[in-house]
């Protein structure tokens, strides 16, 4: 009994607190957009993430996002095509070194979700893709994508959606790039650009010239959406800010890339086979509905900044050796308290802990290794 009261002061505590899954929960109080001891912070509750460079298999549903599939005639005459938007036009795409940031993909080409657009368009449609977020209740958020678009005659896009009217658009058509050049297209859809089906005129439409070709490397766009303001954002930078049409109700996330040929708008179509990569998707959000909120509350019934875990800004184009970007989902268990992650194949490049049962395994057999002095 001896060897035993002096060894349990030692050894089995330390194996046991090593454990991360026994270690206190982290963030309990939500994500923040700068330090809750700043002048002005953004708060959100609810977490999505997506490392699609490390997500596998043909079920895009199971990382929370829904494939779309419709189509869409050719309507009046500037639109040369119909769109044609195919579910087997995605394409979980991972590395094939689970535990690399860069390296081969498994079926070739840049690895991440892809979003095909078709060369092939004899049948009068443009076969395209689209993607809508399994949650459907963003409202207001910080919302980061790695991306890296198609060439040759498309619009590939990531978005805010619930109607018409009430929409954030980060819109890329590479008929725009030119030269080490590129641009995108911010928008904020209002009443009159639903009515008009043009936001051209709009004073929530902007064309922000981006020093670089998008269609060349992966780079982090981000838009900050709080109830007076649309900021957004490119590896990190501020570029643009909106602060009128600011949508106000909840809605889905989107992600499509797409042709119909018009001259005016996404040119092309592309005669051959054409993708946008996605390498992640990282978003914070409040969410529209009841259920979230009761469990937040249940989590954090007042809130306390230390309690709060800040969201790390992602400061450069997340390419070769910058690949390897913060996932609150890959930093321990404790991370993400009542929120749904996904499968991730990418657990080897961080430190492996002993699981429960092999630590419960290793008391067991110190006790009885105790008990038998
Ligand atoms: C974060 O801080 C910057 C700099 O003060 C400020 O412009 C921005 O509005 C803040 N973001 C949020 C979401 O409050
Ligand atoms: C998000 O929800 C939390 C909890 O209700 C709230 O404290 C915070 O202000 C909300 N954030 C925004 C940007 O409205
Ligand atoms: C895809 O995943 C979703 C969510 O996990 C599941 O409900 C669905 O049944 C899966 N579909 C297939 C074809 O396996
Ligand atoms: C869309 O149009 C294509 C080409 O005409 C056709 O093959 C496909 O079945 C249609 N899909 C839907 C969902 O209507
Ligand atoms: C979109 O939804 C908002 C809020 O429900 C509504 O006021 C607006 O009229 C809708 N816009 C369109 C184009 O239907
Ligand atoms: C936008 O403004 C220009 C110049 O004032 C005008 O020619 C054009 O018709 C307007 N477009 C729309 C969609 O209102
Ligand atoms: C290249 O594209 C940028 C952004 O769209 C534009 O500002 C610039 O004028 C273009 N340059 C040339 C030479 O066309």
Same mark, same amino acid.
């Given at each position: ?21 026994l ?18 912070? =953004? ?7 997506n ?51 860069? =390296? ?46 198609g ?43 639903? #009515? ?12 922000? #010239? ?6 060349? =490397? ?36 989107q ?7 018009n ?14 990569t ?24 007042k ?57 419960i ?13």
């Amino acid at each position: 009994m001896w060897g035993f009261r002096n060894a349990i002061g030692t050894i089995p505590w330390l194996v046991l607190c090593a454990d991360p899954s026994l270690a206190n929960a982290d963030c309990e109080c939500g994500y923040s957009v700068n330090k809750t001891s700043d002048a002005r912070f =953004g708060l959100f509750t609810e977490l999505q993430e997506n490392d699609f460079l490390h997500s596998k298999g043909d079920n895009v549903t199971a990382f929370g996002w829904r494939p779309q599939q419709f189509n869409v005639s050719k309507g009046d005459a500037t639109n040369p095509y119909g769109k044609d938007f195919e579910v087997q036009n995605l394409e979980l795409n991972p590395l094939k070194d689970t535990k690399s940031w860069s =390296g081969e993909s498994e079926n070739g080409g840049d690895a991440g979700m892809r979003l095909w657009v078709r060369g092939d368009h004899s049948h009068g449609y443009v076969s395209s893709a689209e993607l809508a977020s399994v949650r459907d209740d963003v409202l207001y958020g910080s919302v980061r994508v790695g991306m890296k678009l198609g060439q040759s005659g498309t619009c590939g896009a990531f978005f805010f959606f619930f109607n018409d009217s009430q929409e954030i658009d980060m819109e890329f058509l590479s008929r725009e790039f030119n030269n080490s050049q590129g641009a995108v297209n911010l928008v904020l859809q209002s009443l009159e650009s639903a #009515h008009n089906r043009d936001a051209a005129n709009s004073s929530t439409y902007h064309v922000q #010239h981006l020093d670089f070709r998008p269609d060349q =490397g992966f780079h982090e766009y981000r838009f900050d959406w709080t109830p007076n303001r649309v900021a957004f954002f490119v590896d990190g930078k501020f570029i643009y800010e909106m602060t009128e049409n600011v949508p106000a109700v909840g809605g889905h996330l989107q992600m499509n890339h797409w042709s119909n040929g018009n001259p005016l708008w996404s040119g092309g179509p592309p005669t051959k086979d054409t993708a946008m990569t996605i390498s992640y998707v990282k978003s914070y959000f409040n969410s529209s509905a009841t259920a979230p909120h009761q469990e937040y509350k249940k989590r954090c019934p007042k809130l306390d900044p230390a309690k709060v875990c800040q969201i790390p800004d992602q400061t450069k184009a997340p390419n070769g050796k910058d690949a390897q970007t913060f996932f609150f989902s890959q930093d321990g268990p404790g991370k993400t308290p009542g929120q749904e992650t996904f499968p991730l194949t990418n657990k080897a490049s961080h430190h492996v802990t002993p699981s429960s049962p092999l630590s419960i395994a290793i008391f067991a057999a110190f006790l009885s290794w105790a008990f038998f002095q």
